[in-house]
Every structure is written in C-alpha cells, then in structure tokens.
C-alpha cells in the first residue's frame, strides 16, 4: 500500500498525523464547505467540526475511505497500524456498534481516551476538502471501457440494430455496383 499511500489524504508517521493539502476545483469547495459549517456550528452553539490539524499525538490506528477511480459507487478503504499491538483494541472498538457509529467522516482515527486504569480507545471521524476523496482520476478511455463493461446489454441491443444498419447499407451499395458492371458488360456486348 506504499503506493496508495501517496495519494490519500492523510499520511500517519512517527511524530504525527500529516494532512496533505489538496489542489484544485472540488478540494476548494470542499475547504469552503467545512469553513461554512463551522461557522454555522458555532452560530447555532454546536461545537465545530473536527479538524485534522488539531489533533496531537499519534493515533494508534488511522482509517481512510476514498471513493474510485473506476467506478464511483466503490470506496477504497486503507487501515493503517501504528504497530502490531493495534489490531486488538481497533478489533474491539470497530465490533462495538456504539462506537463503529463514530465512523462518518472519510478519515477516523483511533485515540486513546483516559489515562491509568480508565484507559480505553475510541474512534474519531473528520472531513478531509469535503465529503468525499478521490483518489486519482481515470482518463474519459477508462470510464468509456469501464460504462461498456458495466453495461454489456444496453450496448448489445445498440450495436445489434446498427450492425444490421451497416449490413443493409453494404448490400445496396454492392447491389448497385454490380448493376453498373452488368451494365457496363451489356454496353461491351452490343
């Protein structure tokens, strides 16, 4: 997943969380949209939205969603561990449905909550430039493909009839120049 890793969002590392910034028309309406909704937040009294840049420490498990390339109703989940030791606490709170609930935003981390013998886990959603990220983009050939294969039938019953078009067509158009060589033969003969 190194590969895949440049491309999300947020990058985990020894002293931290990393958000990239993202660039260009839909990761701008996404900053003015969570701009807007803090502010409206915090005219209305709700606390504002979780922001990844105040968070401190390094959180022990980072969850990613990211919508694909090749086809937009699938979404690419990464997990990544902080260290091995991880899987049994992140097992635990995903099973747990009051906390698998926390899980709306495109990024969730896995924080600690309490110190000493209160020590627990819990999970935490934020928005990254909007609702949704997308990693990469497929060239208009690679959705062009991918739309034929998801919809073999449709292109059937379009080709089937144009096939039968161009059939039709290629017959008069031979029907007439066999015409014109029979004609052409009778105007030798006489």
Do not use: C
Request: glycine share 8%; aromatic share 10%.
């Amino acid at each position: 997943f190194q590969s895949l890793d440049n491309m999300m969002p947020v990058a985990m590392g020894a002293s931290g969380i990393q958000v990239k910034s993202a660039f260009g028309f839909q990761a701008t309406i996404g900053r003015v949209q969570n701009l807007v909704l803090d502010k409206w937040n915090s005219l209305i009294g709700k606390p504002p939205i979780n922001d990844l840049s105040r968070v401190t420490g390094v959180p022990d498990v980072l969850v990613q969603e990211a919508l694909s390339p090749a086809s937009p109703d699938r979404t690419i989940v990464m997990i990544a561990l902080r260290q091995d030791s991880s899987v049994d606490p992140f097992a635990s709170v995903f099973l747990d449905r009051s906390q698998t609930r926390d899980m709306t935003g495109p990024v969730s981390l896995l924080i600690r909550s309490g110190l000493g013998s209160g020590l627990g886990y819990r999970l935490q959603s934020y928005p990254v430039a909007g609702e949704r990220y997308h990693i990469g983009e497929a060239t208009p050939y690679v959705r062009l493909r991918i739309w034929f294969g998801e919809s073999y039938l449709l292109l059937l019953f379009a080709v089937t009839p144009l096939t039968l078009l161009v059939a039709l067509w290629t017959y008069g158009w031979m029907a007439r120049r066999a015409h014109e060589r029979l004609k052409l033969g009778d105007s030798f003969k006489g």
